[in-house]
């Protein structure tokens, strides 16, 4: 089976406009779930959708926002973009339905913020 | 509130030696855990996982040790390989529905040398 891909793999954007990541979860994955690594605070929780439902959102401003669709395709969109958004996204995809189960990473999108 | 905590940011070990990764939680709802291998500007790799009602599990050199009634858990690496170099992270999640859905909570990392 072919992995979690995401697109693009690097991205330069400048403050205040708005970016949108996509990914590609493992074939029969329906859960997907976003982080954002950065250096100061590690791997934190966006959020994760699970059949075209958000069913759970971490502690990050109204800014960052996602959508999956039918065929579990997710992506996620930052708008007004600040310098401190600068940072690897990743998204993981998991074969069970909590999505709390052993969840596979893809390779991630470095975003810089100019 | 840090829930899960790797206390050394890095450890250095001789090839063929043992390297022992520590991990502490704070957050009894935890009933899973992962052990993810990283290298720079690419994504996680599982390496392995327990579930709360064992305390070992091994596949090939990796094995993790669960002492919850410490809320501790170690992954040990035997023998280390100079392959094994890169950051180990442990995660942990809980299957309570609600705010745990999809959501891993992650250390901050133990960066891994092994030396020939």
């Known amino acids: 089976k072919a992995g979690v891909t995401q697109t693009p793999r690097y991205l330069i954007k400048t403050r205040g406009q708005q970016v949108t990541l996509s990914c590609s979860p493992i074939?029969?994955?329906?859960?997907v779930s976003w982080y954002q690594q950065t250096p100061g605070q590690g791997l934190q929780f966006l959020f994760e959708?699970?059949?075209?439902?958000?069913?759970n959102k971490g502690n990050f401003p109204g800014r960052f926002s996602g959508r999956q669709f039918s065929n579990s395709r997710s992506e996620m969109n930052v708008s007004t973009l600040e310098l401190g958004d600068s940072a690897l996204y990743l998204c993981?995809?998991?074969?069970?339905?909590?999505?709390?189960?052993?969840?596979?990473f893809g390779p991630g999108t470095r975003l810089t913020v100019l | 509130d840090q829930q899960v905590k790797q206390n050394s940011p890095s450890l250095s070990v001789q090839e063929g030696r043992i390297s022992i990764l520590n991990c502490d939680y704070t957050n009894s709802m935890f009933d899973y855990f992962l052990w993810y291998k990283k290298y720079p500007a690419e994504g996680p790799t599982f390496l392995i996982s327990?579930?709360?009602?064992?305390d070992k599990n091994e596949d090939g050199r990796f094995t993790v040790f669960l002492n919850k009634s410490a809320k501790h858990l170690s992954l040990h690496i035997v023998p280390s390989q100079p392959g094994d170099s890169a950051v180990y992270f442990c995660?942990?999640?809980?299957?309570?529905?609600?705010?745990?859905?999809?959501?891993?909570?992650f250390g901050q990392g133990t960066i891994l040398t092994v030396h020939p």
């Open positions: 327990i579930s709360s009602i064992k």
């Open positions: 074939s029969g994955h329906r859960s």
């Open positions: 959708y699970f059949s075209e439902t958000q069913r």
């Open positions: 993981a995809s998991s074969p069970d339905s909590w999505g709390t189960d052993t969840q596979y």
């Open positions: 995660a942990a999640s809980g299957r309570a529905g609600g705010t745990s859905y999809g959501k891993l909570t």
